[in-house]
């Protein structure tokens, strides 16, 4: 199956009304409006068959990735797409410029929007995603992304290798996305209705707790 790209994802009507929601946002939107165009969205996808699940290991057509957290959240799934996207590197670079010359409140506006900016693509367009599979009876999974449970952080380079994101996503040596505003995450699908709730459970069960507590954002051990 191919990498598919979209730029210019849509995002303009989130972003119109993003001081509504976002508190920390909230009355300044003539700062939004400034900066709005700096937010440049691309999306990298492909969608890949699982060949099997293991407890602690999920095996699909270009990638073995060991994690009982995923295995738990894919299981029942037939297949999977994997997603890298960014909001680019302009309105990072306008938050790093504007904190340098000591603006600081231009520049916490524009890092807020920016973090919240990538939510509202990646939210978007998984219920795109969402709505296609669901034409032809396939349901989704919850979102996983690498840092989550024992997933550990590494395959953030796997997949931006798979989807070849070069041009427009790359990650650092410790494996933080650059642009800063990115993500990469796998979303399963399946012929059954899927889980609503994260896995928890012992952790023995879903993780194997060995690198990835730091940037765990479940803390589904502890639950
Ligand atoms: S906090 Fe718990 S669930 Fe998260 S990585 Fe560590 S052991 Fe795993």
Redesign the pocket.
């Known amino acids: 199956m191919d990498v598919n790209v979209l730029y210019n994802f849509n995002i303009e009507k989130e972003i119109d009304t993003i001081c509504e929601r976002v508190d920390e946002l909230r009355g300044l939107e003539n700062e939004v409006l400034n900066i709005k165009k700096y937010i440049k969205p691309c999306i990298y996808y492909k969608d890949m068959n699982i060949k099997s699940i293991e407890k602690d290991n999920v095996v699909l057509d270009e990638i073995e990735i060991d994690s009982a ?1 995923l295995a738990k959240g894919l299981s029942g799934c037939h297949k999977i797409t994997l997603i890298a996207l960014s909001i680019g590197d302009e309105l990072p670079k306008y938050s790093q410029e504007k904190y340098l010359s000591c603006e600081l409140k231009k520049s916490s506006i524009a890092d807020i929007l920016g973090s919240h900016a990538v939510e509202i693509v990646i939210d978007k367009f998984h219920n795109y995603l969402v709505g296609k599979n669901l034409l032809k009876g396939v349901h989704s999974s919850l979102r996983f992304s690498p840092g989550y ?2 997933w550990d952080l590494r395959y953030q380079k796997n997949i931006l290798d798979i989807l070849k994101t070069h041009e427009d996503i790359n990650v650092s040596s410790n494996f933080l996305l650059q642009p800063v505003k990115s993500v990469t995450a796998i979303v399963g699908w399946s012929y059954q209705i899927k889980e609503t709730n994260y896995p928890t459970g012992y ?1 023995s069960e ?2 194997k ?1 060995t690198n ?2 730091s940037n ?1 954002r ?5 639950k």
């Open positions: 957290y449970g024992d952790k879903i993780c707790g990835t507590c765990c479940t803390w589904a051990c502890k």
